[in-house]
T-cell receptor, first 114, second 117 residues
C-alpha cells in the first residue's frame, strides 16, 4: 500500500492564482481531511469528508473548496491564492469505524503564495 | 470551548534524561486521546492512543502516556531520551463538538523536543 499520497510536494503561487492540491489514499478509508500547519498553531482543519459525496467545513474553510467524488481522492482547491494561505498542507485519512481512531497522514505540500 | 493545551512550545533534555511532554484538555465527556510525532519534513504518525480501559498506554519507540481523568491530562513520557527522539510532538483529542455532529480531532499547538548530546 502507498498509504496517503499528496502532490505536489512544493508549490509557489502568485496572489490571485488558483490551484488544486491532490490527495489520494489506497486504504479504502471513508474519512479524509485537509489540515494546514502553521508555526505555533498546530494543525487546523480546513475541510473534511465522511465518505464519497459528503464534505463539511472545518475550522478554517474560507478560500478553499473540496469535493469527494470517489473514496480514494480528496482534492483541495485554492480559488484565489492569498499570502495568508502560505502554509504546509496535510491530507489525512481514517477508517470510519470508530471515527478518528487513528489518522494516517500524507507527507505534506509546502505552499508559498507571493 | 473544547481545547487542548500543550505546555511548552520547546522542551530541551539531555540524551539519556527523562522526557516529559505535557498535554491538558478540556472536555465534559471522556475523550479519546492521541499523541502524534512529526519528524522534520515529514507527515505526522501515531505514537500512541487512549480510547478506553487501562489508563497507562504504551506506544512506539519506548514512549508511554497516562490518562488522568481528575487532572484532565495525558502527559507523554520516555525514561531515557535518544537523539533520534528529536521531533515535534502533538497531542490531540477526539470529541463531538455538538451532540449530533461528527467526531472532530482537536489538536494542541505542538511541542518541539530538542535532545542535547
Amino acid at each position: 500500500n502507498a498509504g496517503v499520497t499528496q502532490t505536489p510536494k512544493f508549490q509557489v503561487l502568485k496572489t490571485g492564482q488558483s490551484m488544486t492540491l491532490q490527495c489520494a489514499q489506497d486504504m479504502n478509508h471513508e474519512y479524509m481531511s485537509w489540515y494546514r500547519q502553521d508555526p505555533g498553531m498546530g494543525l487546523r482543519l480546513i475541510h473534511y469528508s465522511v465518505g464519497a459525496g459528503i464534505t463539511d467545513q472545518g475550522e478554517v474553510p474560507n478560500g478553499y473548496n473540496v469535493s469527494r467524488s470517489t473514496t480514494e481522492d480528496f482534492p483541495l482547491r485554492l480559488l484565489s491564492a492569498a499570502p495568508s494561505q502560505t502554509s504546509v498542507y496535510f491530507c489525512a485519512s481514517s477508517p470510519r469505524r470508530g471515527g478518528f481512531n487513528e489518522q494516517f497522514f500524507g507527507p505534506g505540500t509546502r505552499l508559498t503564495v507571493l | 470551548a473544547q481545547s487542548v493545551t500543550q505546555l511548552g512550545s520547546h522542551v530541551s533534555v539531555s540524551e539519556g534524561a527523562l522526557v516529559l511532554l505535557r498535554c491538558n484538555y478540556s472536555s465534559s465527556v471522556p475523550p479519546y486521546l492521541f499523541w502524534y510525532v512529526q519528524y522534520p519534513n515529514q507527515g505526522l504518525q501515531l505514537l500512541l492512543k487512549y480510547t478506553t480501559g487501562a489508563t497507562l498506554v504504551k506506544g512506539i519507540n519506548g514512549f508511554e502516556a497516562e490518562f488522568k481523568k481528575s487532572e484532565t491530562s495525558f502527559h507523554l513520557t520516555k525514561p531515557s531520551a535518544h537523539m533520534s527522539d528529536a521531533a515535534e510532538y502533538f497531542c490531540a483529542v477526539r470529541l463531538r463538538l455538538e451532540a449530533d455532529s461528527n467526531y472532530q480531532l482537536i489538536w494542541g499547538a505542538g511541542t518541539k523536543l530538542i535532545i542535547k548530546p
